[in-house]
């Protein structure tokens, strides 16, 4: 298999995190993988601010997982700083492989690190495999999500 | 009524927040109104982001809204950047008239203002009020919000 390494995502990466984004139910209606101008901008607005980790899975010199990390501080809850995870995901051919255990758990562990007091993160409802997946690993499904298109 | 203000807060405004963090059934448990300290620090490092909104609402100098929004920029969605609204809370002496949403209708026009393309935010389950405050204001229930305290 190789050596698994977490790193922070570069833009030479980001044809491969695109095609994943875009591999996806849901992701395929909202990318444009044929043009990456829009992606290397935002790439360049995320290397801007320190609390932000976007990060590849790389085995064998190949992409095969994203996550993006946001360490948000905060005074509710004594101050506490938390972190919210966006936009996982694993290539089709590692599904099932355990990677996207080991993407959380990376989130996890950095969000400890940070000092993070709180881990959370919010999957579309129709996303039901995955809602099982994040209670396995411990998250609560407390909280409703909503957003508001602009 | 006096002029309503939606400002960035400051230090002096630091209790007042805490109080109304505090004033609610789930911030009763995890609130030390008693000791500043922690938030102060918080106060701090938000400050130091620039993509850290912390404001208060300020009516005849008397602060009796707060909310958190947050900007994150991403690779989903064509490199769309997102807001997140956190902490939103009103005196329990101006519930009901119309503050919520007027501190809402401030974060999404910030939200707006800085381009982004979605506003989100997460809403604890139990808050059944809440859900229907912001689905009138056009946020749809989309997601599930997974929380993991660390």
Chains 1, 2 share one sequence.
Not at 105 to 129: I, N, Y
Request: charged letters at 25%; aromatic letters at 4%; a negative charge.
């Amino acid at each position: 298999m190789g050596e698994l390494d977490i790193r922070p995502a570069e833009a030479d990466d980001v044809p491969a995190i695109v095609a994943m984004l875009a591999d996806d139910p849901l992701g395929a209606q909202r990318e444009s993988p044929d043009d990456l101008t829009p992606y290397l901008a935002a790439l360049e607005r995320l290397a801007a601010d320190p609390n932000q980790h976007l990060m590849v899975a790389v085995r064998a010199d190949r992409v095969i997982g994203t996550l993006q990390l946001t360490i948000i501080p905060g005074l509710s809850r004594r101050g506490a700083t938390r972190s919210i995870v966006e936009a996982v995901r694993v290539h089709a051919d590692e599904r099932g492989s355990g990677l996207g255990t080991q993407l959380i758990e990376w989130a996890v562990d950095e969000s400890r690190r940070q000092g993070c007091g709180l881990v959370q993160l919010t999957s579309d409802a129709s996303r039901t495999d995955a809602h099982r997946f994040y209670e396995r690993l411990g998250f609560e499904a407390s909280h409703v999500g909503f957003k508001l298109s602009l």
